[in-house]
């Protein structure tokens, strides 16, 4: 079936990792642009094959290069809205390439060519042909199939466009929906290929945390495939309508995580918050010292308000675990009503990076909009708090109040009994915490929650 492609092609390459120093060449990514997109049309050539662009041969070592990958599939019982899932497998099915990773989804994607797959004469092309192959596999109802590569700077830059202009057609097209509405939500099981307890419960108001699968999209797979990855969730009982907990959903998570994970909370990153695979488009966080919550995305590179990058945070709390106080996002529920709602919604978000505040702007309170800090503003809790006073930001209602220092020099004291802080969250709570001890050793403390009777805050 692959006989004309010159590395082997199999499920077993899955958990492939190209690291530098056995790059060839990165594709998309972050320093780079990049999309994908599977299209559904009335007619497609079947069996085409096309690399817009360099190819591997014309690439140089090292480099980076901007990509995409367009698919468009045809077939008598294929619907648009089976787009979204079918296009999350083009993920899963790159990485059956020996010497090819892929990670993310959508237009963040990043992808990786090995030295060993170039020195094996691997090309684009081949990567084309193995995606036509496995999709008309996995996906007997497609009847033909086209693959273009595309590597060319401004043919990217205007499939990117096309690319975006889709993916909120469709995201626009579920906001039409709440979880009232609805009596089945639908459960998701794909990425346990790498976080084996992780299980995504998508409902109308809470598109997947890979952002490229929501409700009607589940609807459409479940329709296709009843036996496949995505299936349905009776609601049943409403525990609590607004931590968003079901008894369906505790009821299907508890089942397909094998017990690991027995309840879950939809709109809150406290209790029992969403567990959290690895593709989250963004996470939201805890900031204790404020008693608010930060949200970072996937593409900020700096530095959260926590001291650590997105990165490191997602390390942190990714694997299917479920970290009290993290929970990873699609920026699509950052649009819904019922975004964190039972945390406080928007009015208890005190960071976020500009660019992603500037691309929510319409859907967050007006009355809000100036009071959020963005690492233009404040990246420290210290001139995170400074900038919330001055901005009269709602959450410094629920939290006690910390007075400015009047002399930057003077040793300052201050005593928060627990009557004035906020009594229902600890004072830390950390996925991870190091403490370094005598004798060359270090503790580290997983899952770690600190309760004090008081805080004393003191300046050195
Ligand atoms: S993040 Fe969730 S919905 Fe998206 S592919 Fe993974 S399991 Fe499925």
Not at 35 to 41: F, G, I, N, R, T
Not at 57 to 83: C, D, R, T, V
Not at 380 to 390: A, D, G, M, V, Y
Request: hydrophobic letters at 35%; charged letters at 30%.
């Amino acid at each position: 079936m692959f006989e004309d492609i010159p590395v082997d092609v199999s499920p077993m390459h899955e958990g492939e990792r190209i690291r530098s120093a056995n790059m060839f060449v990165e594709l998309a990514g972050p320093k780079s642009i990049g999309a994908e997109l599977v299209q559904v049309k009335d007619s497609v050539e079947d069996g085409k094959i096309e690399v817009i662009g360099p190819d591997i041969p014309e690439m140089e070592q090292g480099q980076i290069y901007p990509f995409a990958i367009s698919i468009e599939i045809g077939g008598g019982e294929l619907e648009e809205e089976l787009e979204g899932v079918i296009e999350r497998r083009v993920h899963e099915l790159c990485n059956y390439v020996k010497g090819f990773m892929h990670l993310n989804q959508r237009d963040q994607i990043w992808c990786r060519v090995s030295t060993e797959a170039r020195d094996a004469g691997f090309r684009l092309e081949h990567l084309a042909r193995a995606l036509s192959v496995l999709f008309r596999e996995e996906f007997p109802i497609i009847e033909s199939i086209s693959v273009t590569i595309i590597t060319d700077e401004k043919e990217v830059e205007s499939f990117l466009e096309t690319a975006r202009e889709k993916y909120d057609l469709r995201d626009s097209r579920a906001r039409e929906l709440s979880d009232e509405d609805v009596d089945v939500f639908y459960g998701c099981l794909m990425c346990q290929s790498f976080a084996p307890t992780h299980v995504c419960a998508v409902t109308p108001d809470r598109t997947a945390l890979c952002g490229a699968i929501n409700w009607f999209d589940c609807r459409a797979a479940y329709k296709m495939d009843p036996e496949g990855p995505i299936f349905e969730i009776e609601k049943g009982e409403v525990l609590d309508a607004e931590k968003g907990e079901y008894e369906g959903i505790n009821a299907a998570v508890a089942e397909h995580s094998q017990g690991t994970t027995e309840r879950v909370y939809l709109h809150s990153i406290f209790g029992y918050p969403h567990t959290s695979c690895g593709c989250f488009e963004a996470v939201a966080f805890y900031i204790p010292e404020l008693d608010g919550i930060g949200i970072v995305n996937r593409d900020f590179r700096g530095e959260t308000p926590l001291g650590i990058p997105f990165s490191a945070m997602a390390g942190q709390c990714s694997g299917g675990k479920q970290v009290e106080g993290f929970s990873g996002l699609s920026l699509e529920y950052m649009r819904s009503p019922k975004f964190l709602q039972a945390d406080g919604g928007y009015s208890r978000i005190v960071w976020m990076p500009k660019e992603l505040k500037d691309s929510l702007i319409e859907f967050i309170p007006e009355d809000l909009r100036d009071k959020i800090a963005t690492e233009e503003d404040a990246t420290s809790i210290k001139e995170i708090r400074r900038f919330l006073r001055e901005k009269g930001h709602p959450v410094l209602e629920r939290a006690a109040a910390e007075p400015e220092p009047e002399a930057e020099e003077e040793e300052e004291a201050e005593e928060i009994t627990m009557e004035e802080a906020p009594s229902t969250v600890p004072v830390v709570s950390s996925p991870e915490m190091s403490v370094p001890v005598a004798g060359g050793f270090r503790i580290i403390l997983k899952n770690a929650k600190i309760y004090a009777e008081s805080v004393i805050i003191k300046r050195e």
